[in-house]
């Protein structure tokens, strides 16, 4: 029998797309639309699925007012999977969007048992902002759960009532009284933007992995019993950045899946080389048969990142060939993850004092 849930906090990757489309009703982004949107996500089929979405390609066509959010628990370490929701942020950014990019440290507190108290989850909330700030994002985009007003706690409560224990199982499975309590507030952060002393109605969009899809069903659901006028909040997906070993995801408590934002140049080098390959068994089989793209990690970190669509296609084409060997291509990934993280570590260092007061104050 197929699983009727989806495990959002868990370390697998979501892989059965069809299943998923069909199981829990997501439909499948328009190409009409994909090619209208000049970002790497729509040309190379990264952004998959939406849930609404046609709304919020009118707003953009007709430059009109929408709401943007993204949320990160404030759980570890930012990686390269935690990058894809900020650049998908950045592109409904500069469209014009109004922006909340939610820094979840209560989430990251009450749904982690690894986190051991509140302020843990503040520390890393600091270097999660430093991150959010060096690859584009602005002060005034950022917040963080707990330093909102007192109008996001009382929607939160009013969230709570309009659940059952019963809808919350159906949604998730047996899950702990600590993610319970996260996902109240997750459902305020997709849906306070909306309140008069916000932004006031209007649609709103949050880019999401497939594994987030529970909370995004609940949302939509929860939003049609408050005593709110709201619209149902869209959502638009992105296929998994899955990790560096196979059958992973990229996951914070399991560090050789990731390439995190601050790896060291030596750690980049060593998990590249260590990345599960599509190369062949010997030289002479690739060089007859080709590499599998479809399953090589690391061109799926290029697939992801590399902003040159021209010299990927390249990459692509010679690799499927056999002309480019798999030490090769990771050869290129190595080279172009330690220049781009080098730079970026840089810029995070100098904003950890703009963090540092997002946070506390």
């Known amino acids: 029998m197929p699983e009727k849930t989806i495990d959002a906090w868990g370390n697998e990757a979501v892989t059965d797309y069809a299943h998923v489309f069909k199981e829990f009703g997501l439909k499948k982004l328009p190409e009409s639309l994909a090619k209208n949107l000049e970002h790497r996500f729509f040309e190379r089929n990264i952004v998959i699925a939406h849930r609404d979405f046609e709304k919020i390609f009118e707003c953009i066509e007709h430059k009109k007012p929408f709401i ?21 942020f950045k592109f409904f950014k500069e469209t014009g969007a109004k922006n909340l990019f939610a820094v979840c440290d209560l989430d990251g507190y009450c749904s982690r048992q690894k986190i051991s108290s509140l302020n843990e989850a503040k520390k890393i909330a600091v270097e999660n902002i430093a991150d959010a700030l060096a690859l584009g994002l602005e002060p005034e985009d950022i917040y963080v759960q707990s330093r909102k007003p ?20 159906a949604i998730y499975g047996e899950i702990d009284l600590g993610k319970i309590s996260a996902n109240l507030l997750q459902y305020a952060d997709i849906l306070h933007g909306q309140l008069p002393e916000f932004f006031g109605k209007m649609p709103s969009v949050t880019g999401i992995g497939l594994d987030q899809d529970p909370h995004a069903r609940a949302a939509r659901d929860i939003v049609k019993r408050l005593p709110y006028n709201m619209e149902i909040p869209s959502f638009i997906y992105f296929k998994h950045q899955s990790g560096l070993m196979k059958d992973s995801k990229m996951s914070s408590s399991n560090p050789d899946t990731a390439i995190f934002l601050q ?6 080098e060593r ?38 669509s021209k010299e990927l296609q390249r990459i692509a084409e010679e690799f499927r060939s056999g002309k480019m060997l798999s030490r090769e291509m990771k050869q290129i990934a190595i080279g172009f993850f330690q220049g ?22």
Do not use: C, M, W
Not at 263 to 268: F, G, L, N, P, R
């Open 68 to 88: 943007n959010l993204t949320g990160i628990a404030a759980s570890g370490h930012y990686h390269l999977g935690h990058k894809l929701d900020i650049d998908l």
């Open 150 to 169: 007192a109008s996001y706690y009382s929607l939160a409560f009013e969230i709570s009532k309009k659940i059952t224990f019963s809808t919350n199982k």
């Open 263 to 268: 790896d060291s140049q030596k750690e980049i």
């Open 271 to 308: 998990k590249i080389q260590k990345a599960f390959t599509g190369g062949r068994n010997t030289l002479e089989e690739h060089r007859k048969l080709g590499g599998v793209l479809e399953v090589d990690k690391v061109y799926e970190l290029l697939l992801f990142h590399y902003p040159n």
């Open 340 to 361: 781009f993280l080098k730079e970026h570590q840089k810029k995070a260092k100098e904003a950890l004092p703009t963090a540092q007061k997002i946070v506390f104050g």
